[in-house]
Structures are given as C-alpha cells and as structure tokens.
C-alpha cells in the first residue's frame, strides 16, 4: 500500500500546526482532530502517514503541543528543508522522526536520545547510571560567545553550529500556559514525591492565560493558572503573580530582567520562544518545549540545545538571516 504523503510548503508555523485556542485544553487525543484545521480541514491530517514540507516548518512557538498533535494523529515522518529550531528539538524528545530533505544526520546526542526512547527515557537511564551523555568531537576550532558558553556549560572543550549539547542550566523560566502541564509531566515521569533540582533557579510568571475569559469562557484556562500557582508553593519556587484579578505583574521576559534575575554568562531556559531576548543581557537563552522543562526540573540540564550561526546578508533589498 502507497504510504499517504500531505505535501506542504514553506513557513509552517506552530500556529498553523495547532491554534493557539485549542492549546488550553492539552490532552492530546483532544488536539489530534485540530492539527492544521486552517490549511486541510479538521481530521483531514489523521489520513495522513507522513509530512513533507518545505522551509522553516515549526516556526513560531516553543509550545510542543505541535510536534505531540502531530505524532498522536499517526504522522510517522515529518520531512522537511529545515526545521525551526525549537520544533526540532521538541520532536527529537518526543521521539517524533524527522528528516533533513537532502541532508545526513549523524549526531550522536540526538542518536542516543532516539535510541533510548526520548529524551525523558534518556535521562531516566541517566540518573541511573545506565547510560552517560556522549561528548561533543569537535576539533579545536575559535568560537563565539554563546559557543563558549555553551561549551563551558556542557563540558565540552569545543562545540560548533549545528551541534547538539547538554548545557547545565543557571534559570528556568515558565508561565501559567505551560508551566502545569509541565509539573505534571515531571511527576509522572521522575515520580510524584520527587524535588526539582534546584527550586531557587526556576520562576514562574502569570502573565499569559490570566485574561482569556475577557475574551472568551474558558475555565481549563483558569485551571492552568490556578495550578501552576499551587505547584508553586509546593516546590517552593519564585513567583510573580496577580496583582489583582487579570492584571499581571508583568510579562516574563521584562520581569526577569527587571529584577535582576539575568546575568552575563547564565544559561537560560523558557517554555516560551521569545526567551531568547535575555541574550540582550550577554547569557545565552533558549525557547524549549514542555518535556525539555520538566527534564529540566529533574537534572537542572537544558536536554537538547542546538547551536545556530546567522549568517547575514543583503539580497533583492532585503536582508536574509
């Protein structure tokens, strides 16, 4: 029988994958009927076995609602030119297959996470002593900023764009969109009397769900920010919340900063995308995906981050990144 194919083209982006509107509900046998509703029809994509998309797929968001819609409504592949960087490493932990369309793919992290299952199996087997985290090859070669940074912060001597490294984690960063989902998945996976690694290192902000019933009645919404809230005063992590009902203390990424909360040289992670704007402040910050987060919670090490040069120049009147 001839596998099923849904070609696609460039610029997929997270949102297009699964809205944003179904994303307060995150079982995802709920989210499989709605993933790319807008582009083929809700269900159309369970008639599917495989993905092939142009450039950019994944774009947009760090939420891994997408490549988990994705993977429960059967798709076994997804094949592109390239992937958003975050889609990518959400799906390698997922243990959603990608491929690179005419590229090799041979690294050995992202090999040794598949091999055990994904990345909370690997790092299940870790904390057991069963396996270790391969070490980056990279000959000897000058870096960047960030590449020392990330070198430093995962034991490496050298690392290089398009590498994948363990990088121990100084902040983690959450909001009240991800961060339940997130504590749930910890316990269910590192159990439920277990202790984050390091409660004085993670923050979490309510600043994301808190007016969705302004716009519309959505009471998992409030249950999301209710509960991230209880987990923390149980972990005993820092929190900014309300100010009053539906008022924020502020939006994450100006909160930290503003309370001197990031540093030049720190490694950062949030389950949002636009955590990278901490770099402005000299760290390194990356976006990463609910299992990243609770991966995080469990080891205080950032599973899969993916180095990147931009490389800028001018073309037909624009620049090109």
Known sequence: MKTKVLKL????????????????????EHQKHYVLEHLIGVDTLLQYE?????????????REYAPVAIKTAGIKLVRARSFAE????????????LE????SQDNPVVQAIFAAGGLTAFNQQRLQSKISVPQSITASRSMTMAEKMLARASGNDYVQPGE??????????SHDAIAA???ELFRANFGEYAQIWDASKVVLVADHFIQVNDIRVDSQATKLYQNMVDFAHHYGCRLFDLVSPGEALGI????????????????????DSHSCTYGAFGSFSTGVGTTDMANIL?????GCVSLVRLCLSWGEGYLKI
């Open 9 to 28: 083209g460039d610029d997929i982006n997270t949102d297009d994958i699964i809205p944003v509107h179904r994303s307060t509900n995150p079982d995802p």
């Open 50 to 62: 495989v993905i092939e998309a142009g450039e950019n797929f994944g774009c947009g968001s760090s």
């Open 86 to 97: 975050i889609f990518y490493r959400n799906s390698i932990n997922i243990g959603l297959a």
């Open 100 to 103: 690179i369309i005419g590229e």
């Open 164 to 173: 994948v490294v363990f990088a121990k984690v100084d902040l983690a960063m």
């Open 181 to 183: 989902p997130v504590f």
């Open 252 to 271: 994450c990424h100006v909160l930290l900063p503003e309370q001197g909360l990031v540093h030049p040289g720190m490694i950062i992670a949030g389950t």
């Open 298 to 302: 469990a080891t205080g090490i950032c």
